[in-house]
């Protein structure tokens, strides 16, 4: 082509008003005459389509989880192309998007070592290339949470045992599971309680496991205990409730590892209620560590709009999530955890429920 203006004139009219121009260069034609001829324009263009939406899979949720992963990626890049290397006057100056989030996660508890660490790796990660900006803050970081967060399988062994504080909601989230696997997963399930501390906790399970038909049985000793496992043992999954225990008093979760310290491998989860003060989050944490617990439920997530627990949790404990609950109702205030979720909940973001 002659010139720029025939170029953009043919592209439009054999590529469409949507063709984007890659690349132009002026060029000498091909062969011994280009040399005296006036050179020409050579323009590579393309027809850009807009990303396509995400295929919505019933129950695909994998899929739909990587589609979005390079959907957030790509949009991140594209930003920090569109955007280019940060102009040299501005380094070191920009930091609201750091700020802002840093009040956020402030804001939802989460422990300051964790923040910092957070935010220490995002601005080393940049440094100086690109303008930190809330947006861009805001995407990396929530790939950060949701790396950190580990989810697990669930129903990883026969046993499971719900241990954890006072009233943190062990008992109604053991009822709500106990229905998940007999009713929607169809297994076998049996209940062992050895809560006898606590005045009505027998009747409170008795109740429980009256409604759903399931065997329940009391054990008063490590030793009945041992014959409760053996008598349930045609149980494909088998439950175990304990007392809540205070966390400051260590005879008490002394006694209660005294009880467990026999059992068939299990999953052990500890609870913890969404509403815990950061502080006092660590003491659990600490104080049950001799029952071995290794993996976590965060319980109680109705009750309050402040998740750092979540985050700080999983950060003391390096353990995979398995359940959060969200209300009383036995069994339908359960879900399963998930990363994305966790992460939209400690950065305030929108989620579909
Ligand atoms: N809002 C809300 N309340 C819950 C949730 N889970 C349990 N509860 C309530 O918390 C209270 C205590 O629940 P329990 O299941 O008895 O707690 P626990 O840990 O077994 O208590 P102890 O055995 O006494 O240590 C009850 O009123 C439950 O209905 C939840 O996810 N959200
Ligand atoms: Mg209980």
Redesign the pocket.
């Known amino acids: 082509m002659q010139d720029m203006k025939e170029g953009m004139h043919r592209i439009r009219k054999e590529l469409g008003p949507e063709a984007l121009i890659i690349q132009s260069r002026k060029v000498r034609q091909k062969g011994w005459r280009g040399f005296f001829a006036p050179r020409q324009v050579e323009i590579t263009a393309a027809v850009g389509k807009p990303p396509l939406e995400p295929v919505k899979q019933p129950g695909g949720t994998a899929f739909q989880k990587i589609q979005e992963e390079i959907g957030e990626l790509r949009l991140l890049l594209n930003r920090l192309l569109v955007r280019g290397p940060m102009p040299a006057e501005n380094k070191d100056q920009d930091q609201s998007g750091l700020e802002s989030w840093r009040l956020q996660l402030q804001q939802q508890d989460v422990y300051a070592e964790l923040i910092e660490e957070y935010l220490t790796e995002i601005e080393a990660g940049f440094a100086g290339e690109i303008q930190l900006t809330e947006e861009i803050v805001g995407l990396v970081l929530r790939q950060k949470i949701r790396k950190s967060v580990r989810v697990a399988p669930e129903k990883s062994a026969q046993v499971q045992v719900f241990v ?10 053991l009822a709500k599971l106990a229905a998940r696997y007999a009713f929607y997963q169809g297994e076998k399930v049996g209940i062992i309680t050895i ?1 006898h501390y ?1 005045i009505g ?1 027998v009747e ?1 399970l008795r109740i429980y496991a009256d409604i759903a038909s399931l065997p329940l049985e009391v054990a008063v000793s490590p030793g009945e205990l041992q014959r409760a496992l053996e008598k349930l043992n045609g149980c494909q999954r088998i439950l175990i ?1 304990t ?2 225990r205070s966390t400051l008093n260590l005879n008490h979760i002394q006694e209660l590892a005294g009880y467990l310290q026999n059992l068939p491998p299990a999953e052990i989860f500890m ?1 913890i209620s969404a509403t815990t003060k950061a502080r006092d989050l660590r003491l659990i944490c600490e104080n049950f560590r001799r029952i071995n617990y290794n993996r976590l439920i965060f ?5 309050t709009s402040t998740y750092g627990a979540l985050l700080n949790g999983i950060h003391l404990t390096g353990l995979p999530v398995i359940y959060l ?4 109702s036995v069994p339908d ?1 359960l879900r399963l955890a998930d990363a994305e979720k966790i992460s939209s909940l400690i950065l305030g973001e929108e989620d579909d429920g």
């Open positions: 954890g504080p006072t009233g943190v909601g062990k008992t109604t989230t809560d606590r906790a409170q409730d007392a809540g609870v319980t109680k997530l109705d009750e609950t969200t209300g009383q205030d």
